[in-house]
T-cell receptor
Framework: DAKTTQPPSMDCAEGRAANLPCNHS???????VYWYRQIHSQGPQYIIH???NNETNEMASLIITEDRKSSTLILPHATLRDTAVYYC?????????????FGAGTRLFVKA | NAGVMQNPRHLVRRRGQEARLRCSPM?????VYWYRQLPEEGLKFMVY????????ESGMPKERFSAEFPKEGPSILRIQQVVRGDSAAYFC???????????FGPGTRLTVT
């Protein structure tokens, strides 16, 4: 079973920020939060990951709450090409990462 | 740097035949993962391999399915005596040893007729 909970779908206007929430209340100290997305039927694409600090890269920002029980993926200026299913995943850290469990994800619709 | 390669991209097999799916990881990646995605469903983990070793095959069906990642050459997912329920997209991903972000291939779409 997935260790994360995400809303099934969200809408966002083109050019606005898309904020995708994820609950992972059972996360343990050495587990990372990863985000991937899958556009239509393509292979999933890695977006970003973090342990406890907020992270930013060229694609997105990841905000992790202080208690690490939830996080938010932020796409700062969503475009139509960001329409995809976004998966939030909890993955073991350096001492044992292997089985990755994808939940149902959030289907993000970016509208013109 | 080429990404993860999978072939064939589309594979059609009749019931009872064998299906062989190949995955070449990114250069420098020694960890390979296989996932299955049924139509309109999410990705399901199947197996995790390192070179010449199966690390976790807890997602693999007990019968007919096998996977390998030899010292030389691509990783192979083999499905014997395919049935219609095996029709799905099969994705391979690879990662480096030091961190665990996975890079996915384009998938192989298997259709069993």
């Amino acid at each position: 079973d997935a260790k994360t909970t995400q809303p099934p779908s969200m809408d966002c206007a083109e050019g606005r920020a898309a904020n995708l929430p994820c609950n992972h209340s059972t996360i343990s100290g050495n587990e990372y939060v990863y985000w991937y997305r899958q556009i239509h039927s393509q292979g999933p694409q890695y977006i970003i990951h973090g342990l406890k600090n907020n992270e930013t890269n060229e694609m997105a920002s990841l905000i992790i709450t202080e208690d690490r029980k939830s996080s938010t993926l932020i796409l700062p200026h969503a475009t139509l090409r960001d329409t995809a299913v976004y998966y939030c995943i909890v993955s073991p850290g350096e001492d044992g990462g292997f089985k990755t469990i994808f939940g149902a994800g959030t289907r993000l619709f970016v509208k013109a | 740097n080429a990404g993860v390669m999978q072939n064939p991209r589309h594979l059609v097999r009749r019931r009872g035949q064998e299906a062989r799916l190949r995955c070449s990881p990114m250069k420098g990646h020694s960890h390979v993962y296989w996932y299955r995605q049924l139509p309109e469903e999410g990705l399901k983990f199947m197996v995790y391999l390192q070179k010449e070793n199966i690390i976790d095959e807890s997602g693999m069906p007990k019968e007919r399915f096998s996977a390998e990642f030899p010292k030389e050459g691509p990783s192979i997912l083999r499905i014997q005596q395919v049935v219609r329920g095996d029709s799905a997209a099969y994705f391979c991903a690879s990662s480096r040893r030091e961190d665990y972000e996975q890079y996915f291939g384009p998938g192989t779409r298997l259709t069993v007729t």
